[in-house]
């Protein structure tokens, strides 16, 4: 399948560690892209694959990837982390490229 | 910084196109992927296109047949036109901008734009 599946819901305690995992064929071959959605906003870009954090976002977020499945891992989490998740990443498994997004992981921060 | 603004109808009437600009306010429009995005009410993102700097283009194949694009680097801007819509086409229009490291690297994204389908 090309497509990419989050769990809907994850929660965590203020200052915690917490993985929001992302699964599909496409990951054994594209490395994930990481966007959070803060409600009223649009989507931030905060992570690529294993080491590409793009300038502005905090150090705590980071990413990797075993087989079929990205993750996004944040340490020490903030308050202010608290909103939607969703990966992306590429697809051309079928007769077209595409980019795919996972349906997303509401992250509570307790 | 680079930002990005969708304008375009926020009401448009079944059966008739879509059309929405995003209009680049700064910096060149080089080795970009130019991409639209959506997000229908209360569900997630779904990757519409994307237009290369180049002109090559790429759409999601359930709207590859509704879907065209155009860029204008002239004016630092690029569109979307969508026929043929639906209520199911109703949702917020994000016009994104990917690196040439990969479409799916939406490093910038508009504030986006509310479009209703509706008579």
């Known amino acids: 399948s090309s497509e990419l599946t989050q769990d809907p819901a994850v929660s965590v305690a203020l200052g915690q560690t917490v993985r929001i995992t992302c699964q599909g064929d496409s990951l054994r071959n594209y490395y994930a892209s990481w966007f959070q959605q803060k409600p009223g906003q649009p989507p931030i870009f905060v992570f690529h694959?294993?080491?590409n954090r793009p300038s502005g976002i905090p150090d705590r977020f980071s990413g990797s990837r075993s087989g079929n499945t990205a993750s996004l891992t944040i340490s020490g989490t903030q308050a202010e982390d608290e909103a939607d998740y969703y990966c992306g990443t590429r697809d051309s498994s079928g007769s077209h490229f595409r980019v795919v997004f996972g349906g997303g992981t509401k992250l509570t921060v307790l | 910084q680079v930002q990005l603004q969708e304008s375009g109808p926020g009401l448009v009437n079944p059966s008739e196109t879509l059309s929405l600009t995003c209009s680049v306010s700064s910096g060149s429009m080089n080795n970009y992927y130019w991409t639209w995005i959506r997000q229908p009410p209360g569900k997630g993102l779904e990757w519409i296109g994307y237009?290369?700097?180049?002109?090559?283009?790429d759409y999601n194949p359930f709207l590859r047949s509704r879907v065209s694009t155009s860029l204008d680097m002239s004016k630092n801007q690029f569109s979307l036109r969508l026929t043929s819509v639906t209520a199911a086409d109703t949702a917020v229009y994000y016009c994104?901008?990917?690196?040439?490291?990969?479409?799916?690297?939406?490093?910038?994204w508009g504030q986006g734009t509310v479009v209703t389908v509706t008579s």
């Open positions: 994104a901008r990917a690196t040439k490291a990969g479409a799916d690297i939406l490093d910038m």
């Open positions: 694959g294993e080491d």
């Open positions: 237009i290369y700097y180049s002109g090559a283009t």
